[in-house]
């Protein structure tokens, strides 16, 4: 652990902090917050803070619905931009039930759920996460708007670099947070943005990538700019993804890396491209999890339509990126940042270590480029597709029992439900590519 209860109050102290936020995510991958005051510091780290889950989206009913937050004390950081009297501080939280035990409904109960089962089997998992976002002009109301701050530059007379300051500065603020930065620039679309930090293990990451969003969303906020981390914000030119680095060590060794292997991959890297290859269908519906999603799945705009793995080529599903030794992972490219990254690295892990229970060996890499093969060549290499819709991706998670038990019943039971209704309002609104298709045709 990196702290104590006496650190907690002695930089609580030392930096003057009034404010202490609660957080956790519910399993739509929206992080929620309960307030504090630093009086309740001390009944907040026993545990002792209940809310009220009926109050969150897919958590409980009305009639179980006192549940506690369990603050991770490790997760202890204060926003670095000030507002008002005091810092603030804040805990990512584990939930818990009014009988103590962890609500398994709590995607990051789910994520240690499935990282047990890997420490089980000697395996400790890194990752490394790679999200890109929209900057947007907004309005003079503060709503935000589709006007890129590069596209903007043309018309008005708002400085060209307005994303870049604000890209800085949200470096800035997340070093303040401990986070380490390995790079940041600016993406292939107009107004598109990556930010990569260093990878860590699973849980931490999962954290980061929320904590990350959180603090992208504020300072572009303090730009007048507004982030999204959507799929697919604009037609035409490439949306965001969010590449999920991924590697297992055991005995604080890469279980990736085997020198005298081939391409240098244990076995274990093997098995594991297998167990997500196997799933990658299954699990869409958690990596993807949006109608908009499936607009970034299509051919032309760098994201992956095809389950195929290759050591060379950047555009499959699933790449090899070439370092080895400690470096050595697996890159899952068709995840995007507007999934619950506690469900999706659970639901990866999950694949991987079902790859390796069952030595599920990947078909051969393919380096030449899918989308210039024709139907017969794709079947002779048995390549599939991702799912082309959250329909379809919603049906296939109910036809993968392992992805289901990574979930559990709880969570699968409202997310299904959740998404399933999603598409159907979707489905049964008239969208304006429809009315220019068909309003003046028919
Ligand atoms: P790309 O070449 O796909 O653009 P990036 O350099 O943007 O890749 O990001 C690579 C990510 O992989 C970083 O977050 C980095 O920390 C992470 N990474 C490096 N080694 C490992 C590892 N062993 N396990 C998981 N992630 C790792
Ligand atoms: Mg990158
Ligand atoms: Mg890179
Ligand atoms: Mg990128
Ligand atoms: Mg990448």
Redesign the pocket.
């Known amino acids: 652990a990196r702290y104590n209860r006496d650190d907690i109050f002695r930089m609580v102290k030392e930096q003057n902090v009034q404010f202490i936020r609660l957080q956790f995510t519910d399993i739509f991958g929206v992080l929620k917050n309960v307030a504090i005051t630093v009086n309740q510091l001390e009944k907040a780290l026993d545990g002792e803070l209940m809310f009220d889950g009926s109050s969150i989206d897919g958590f409980v009913r009305i009639e179980e619905s006192d549940m506690y937050l369990r603050p991770d004390i490790d997760s202890w950081v204060t926003f670095p931009w000030h507002s008002g009297e005091g810092a603030v501080g804040r805990f990512i939280c584990d939930v818990h039930k009014s009988d103590g035990t962890p609500f398994e409904g709590d995607p990051r109960v789910i994520l240690q759920k499935v990282l047990a089962e890997a420490a089980e089997m000697g395996y400790t998992m ?5 999200c890109e976002f929209f900057l947007f002009q907004t309005d003079e109301k503060g709503r935000p708007t589709l006007i890129t701050h590069d596209n903007a530059g043309y018309f008005d007379l708002t400085p060209v670099d307005l994303g870049e300051n604000a890209r800085r500065d949200m470096v800035i603020n997340l070093e303040d947070m401990n986070f380490e930065i ?2 940041s620039h600016h993406e292939v679309a107009p107004g598109q943005h ?1 930010i ?4 860590a293990d699973a849980l931490t990451a999962a954290d980061n990538i929320q904590t990350f969003k959180f603090v992208v969303r504020t300072i572009a906020q303090r730009h007048g700019l507004h982030a999204t981390f959507m799929a697919k914000p604009i037609f035409g030119i490439n949306g965001s993804g969010m ?1 999920v ?3 297992l ?1 055991k005995n604080g060794q ?1 279980a ?1 890396y085997d020198p005298q292997g081939e391409l240098e991959l244990s076995m274990d890297a093997y098995y594991y491209i297998g167990g997500l290859m196997q799933h990658a269908r299954g699990m869409a519906a958690v990596t993807n999890p949006t109608v908009n999603s499936y607009k970034r799945l299509v051919p032309g705009y760098e994201a992956p339509v095809y389950v195929a793995w290759s050591g060379q080529n ?1 555009s499959p599903l699933i ?1 090899i ?1 070439a ?1 080895r030794g ?4 697996v ?1 899952m490219r068709n995840p995007d940042p507007s999934c619950n990254p506690y469900l999706a690295i659970a639901v990866m892990l999950k694949a991987g270590l079902d790859g390796i229970k069952n030595k599920i060996t990947p078909p051969p890499a393919v380096n030449q480029n899918i989308y210039e093969m024709n139907q017969k060549e794709k079947d002779d290499l048995a390549i599939n597709s991702l799912p082309g819709s959250l329909e379809e991706a919603v049906k296939e998670l109910k036809n993968d029992a392992v992805i289901m038990y990574a979930l559990g019943n709880h969570a699968m039971d409202r997310f299904v439900e959740a998404k399933t209704l999603e598409w159907d309002e979707y489905r049964t609104k008239v969208s304006r590519w429809e009315i220019d298709q068909y309003l003046t045709k028919f």
């Open positions: 890194n990752v490394g996460p790679e390995e790079a990556e990569d930090f260093k990878y590449h680095n991924q590697s060590f890469n990736f950047r790449r990126p370092k400690v470096s050595t992972r890159e």
